[in-house]
């Protein structure tokens, strides 16, 4: 029988998995024959895997809808940095336990549909994600050929119920076709003070560290 604890990984993820389980100096040896890209793309294609849920809770079902913009919603978010976020957002999530559903953006925000675990407060988890893919996007090369890299500080953070996930992961996915024919749904856009709904993260600046 199926641990109920377990969840499924998307085949993208399974780089990272197997990467977290490889020896250090095999991972710096992989990444500088500058085959880790390969892996990560053969392993796309691999369908899903089921892996355990590791945590000192022996049961939890969190899902959260957050959305934020780049530093004053400047179009910052252009190829090939929307491949880099979709990357760097699950190194996040699994750092801190949690799992991505899905990464959807456009030029100047960016949405997340996101499992994170009791342990970890929304705040933290949005601080830690802007701050780590502000940080590698800053200092990868693709990337900073492009110039600086920054996210504003409020962001949107919405709560919902599991049999919603399929339509907040198909609408996070398709950003690009709700702005392009104008089919929003303005409750999950909503951000900024005007909104009431929007946080501000604490911590370091977005831009600088995690």
Request: charged share 20%; proline share 6%; hydrophobic share 40%.
């Amino acid at each position: 029988m199926t641990d109920p604890a377990a969840k499924l990984v998307r085949g993208s993820d399974l780089a990272l998995v197997a990467e977290a389980s490889w020896p250090p100096i095999f991972n710096r040896w992989f990444r500088f024959r500058g085959y880790y890209g390969f892996f990560a793309e053969a392993a796309a294609s691999w369908g899903t895997i089921q892996r355990p849920r590791e945590s000192a809770m022996s049961y939890w079902r969190t899902y959260f809808h957050l959305v934020w913009t780049t530093k004053n919603r400047h179009p910052l978010i252009v190829p090939p940095r929307d491949e880099l976020l979709q990357q760097g957002m699950r190194v996040v999530a699994r750092d801190h336990g949690a799992y991505v559903h899905a990464v959807g953006m456009v030029s100047d925000h960016i949405h997340v549909a996101v499992s994170i675990p009791p342990t970890v407060s929304v705040s933290e988890f949005v601080r830690k994600a802007k701050g780590s893919t502000a940080a590698y996007l800053n200092r990868t090369e693709q990337s900073v050929a492009l110039g600086w890299f920054g996210w504003q500080s409020e962001f949107g953070v919405f709560t919902f119920a599991e049999d919603l996930l399929p339509t907040i992961v198909g609408y996070v996915l398709n950003q690009e076709h709700h702005h392009r024919v104008n089919d929003l749904v303005p409750e999950y856009e909503r951000l900024g003070p005007i909104s009431g709904q929007a946080v501000r993260d604490a911590g370091p600046k977005a831009e600088a560290t995690g």
